[in-house]
């Protein structure tokens, strides 16, 4: 059975840092990972999916990466601003399409 | 509509009670899943549809829960004689595959109390 685990569990960054979240996972064989945020009350929000085949995924400030071999994927966030303040999620997609959630890491950016 | 629509948005029920829950994929997505997360449990996979088949049920919890989409489109999860461990955000998502592609888009969710 997948387990993904994200850490930290929780976070607090002044503004302007980068700040790096972690990702892992047990079993190898998926066919994508997807980053998602989801705000106090609200669904989620995609950020960024990396295929299987795919090493990285950039949109704007954020920089995810993928290394299938050792299990693990990090989501980079440059310049970190109070509005990135949320909670992260990593998923991944194995057979069967559905996805498997990780724990989340909440964090908050402070003026 | 833009994006997967749910509704209601909160429902608030007494224990014993049946509930239906429903999801408005986005146009054109073949492709539909519910996922249920409550406190203490992060969030989980329930069912997924292929057009209005369910190849996946591995997810529903007990046989209280049931699925049904028609017309490849609106999606309704009902919950018969409702527990308070029924109590939990549930959530709908749609995609459109393409090849490996299979980026999954959320709705809002549907917030269930059973008091």
């Known amino acids: 059975k997948q387990e993904v685990t994200q850490i930290p569990a929780a976070l607090s960054v002044p503004e302007g840092e980068n700040l790096v979240l972690n990702c892992s996972f047990t079993?190898?064989?998926?066919?994508?990972l997807q980053w998602f945020r989801q705000d106090p009350g609200k669904g989620l929000t995609s950020l960024l999916l990396i295929q299987s085949s795919q090493r990285e995924q950039t949109s704007g400030r954020l920089n995810a990466s993928l290394d299938k071999s050792s299990g693990r994927s990090t989501l980079y966030i440059a310049a970190s601003q109070p509005g990135d303040s949320a909670t992260y999620l990593c998923?991944?997609?194995?057979?069967?399409?559905?996805?498997?959630f990780g724990t989340g890491t909440q964090l908050k950016v402070e003026l | 509509g833009a994006g997967v629509s749910q509704s209601p948005s909160n429902k608030v029920t007494e224990k014993g009670k049946d509930v239906e829950l429903r999801c408005d994929p986005i146009s054109g997505h073949t492709a539909l899943y519910w996922y249920r997360q409550s406190l203490g449990q992060g969030l989980e996979f329930l069912i997924y549809?292929?057009?209005?088949?369910?190849?996946?049920k591995s997810g529903l919890p007990s046989d209280r829960f049931s699925a049904e989409r028609t017309g490849g489109s609106v999606s309704t999860l009902t919950i018969q004689r409702t527990q308070q461990e029924d109590s939990a955000v549930y959530l709908c998502?749609?995609?459109?595959?393409?090849?490996?592609?299979?980026?999954?888009?959320f709705g809002p969710g549907t917030r269930l109390t059973v008091t």
């Open positions: 998923a991944l997609t194995g057979g069967g399409n559905k996805l498997t």
């Open positions: 549809f292929q057009g209005n088949s369910a190849p996946d």
């Open positions: 079993d190898s064989a998926i066919y994508n």
């Open positions: 998502a749609s995609s459109h595959q393409t090849g490996e592609r299979y980026e999954q888009y």
